[in-house]
């Protein structure tokens, strides 16, 4: 199947600074990529639609000033936490899918923890 | 709330014994689909059914949809310790573009 990197796979960051978390499609283009929150033994939770080109699309309830996204070209969308604070600290993961194909491939996933 | 409702929510058998999930969704959906993930890991895609599709299989997978009560169930045969995992249900529209609703899953464990 196709694969999508997912960068850092850890990181422990202050609060008040910003991490960035990279999401890469290695075999395929990916117009759409997702990105998904995870707490310990929860469901994961959709926070928003990463679109190439063009400003990501917000589920209700994620602030978008804290949680940005940029989808730069066809094979990189990169998330942003900024000013993190410790209850952002969780489990992010991201998804791609080949265009016209049903299914998604998600990335190895980032455990933020904010200190 | 986004999330389907997933049960059991926890579900602890011995090795060789059949481990049924059960996944209700709320809205009406082009495809659902079963995943694993393993403690604090990324998921695995197990098997993708149609909204006009009924049952599917793959080895030792079987999923069942039932679109008139919106829900779907995952059996795995002869269970393996290596099986031990939370298993999620996750819910397509049309037009969704993959953009996936998961249900809040069902943690397997697998006993020798």
């Known amino acids: 199947g196709a694969v999508v990197s997912q960068h850092p796979s850890r990181v422990i960051c202050k609060s008040g600074t910003s991490v960035k978390i990279e999401c890469r499609s290695l075999d395929f283009q990916a117009t759409t990529m997702f990105w998904y929150r995870q707490f310990p033994k929860k469901s994961l939770m959709l926070m928003a639609t990463s679109n190439e080109g063009s400003k990501a699309t917000y589920e209700q309830g994620v602030e978008k000033d804290k949680f940005l996204i940029n989808h730069a070209s066809l094979t990189l969308s990169t998330l942003t936490v900024t000013s993190a604070h410790p209850e952002d600290s969780s489990f992010y993961i991201c998804?791609?899918?080949?265009?016209?194909?049903?299914?998604?491939?998600f990335g190895q996933g980032t455990r933020l923890t904010v200190v | 709330s986004q999330q389907g409702e997933e049960d059991p929510q926890a579900l602890s058998i011995q090795e060789g014994e059949n481990a049924t999930m059960n996944c209700s969704y709320k809205?009406?959906?082009?495809?659902l689909q079963w995943y694993r993930q393993n403690s604090g890991r990324g998921l695995v895609h197990l098997i993708l059914?149609?909204?006009?599709?009924r049952e599917k299989h793959s080895g030792r997978l079987r999923v069942t949809l039932d679109t008139s009560k919106k829900s779907s169930s995952l059996l795995i045969t002869a269970s393996r310790a290596a099986d031990t995992a939370s298993y999620f249900c996750a819910t397509a529209r049309s037009g969704g573009y993959n953009k996936l609703i998961f249900g809040a899953g069902t943690r397997l464990a697998v006993h020798p």
């Open positions: 809205t009406s959906i082009n495809n």
């Open positions: 998804s791609a899918s080949i265009q016209g194909t049903n299914e998604a491939f």
């Open positions: 059914i149609r909204s006009n599709e």
